[in-house]
């Protein structure tokens, strides 16, 4: 199964707004991507196969008490 580019590149970009947002006054984000296989050994609701694993980190102030209850 193929990645749609487009989907993909809305994903990053509303991570890099949001972590603008979360950073007025500058910092840095991390994304890193890296390749994992699942097995069924792993217990994860996915096929077997080959993923890319995606993590994202920046140093901004946080998420409000208050919002974090909205996030799914």
Do not use: C, F
Request: zero cysteines; glycine letters at 8%.
């Amino acid at each position: 199964m193929a990645i749609d580019d487009k989907q993909m590149k809305q994903v990053v970009q509303n991570i890099m707004s949001n972590a603008r947002e979360a950073m007025p006054d500058g910092g840095v984000v991390y994304i890193r991507a890296h390749n994992i296989v699942i097995s069924a050994k792993d217990n994860l609701p996915l096929k077997e196969g080959n993923y890319v694993k995606w993590s994202v980190e920046d140093h901004g102030i946080g998420i409000a008490k208050g919002t974090s209850r909205k996030i799914i």
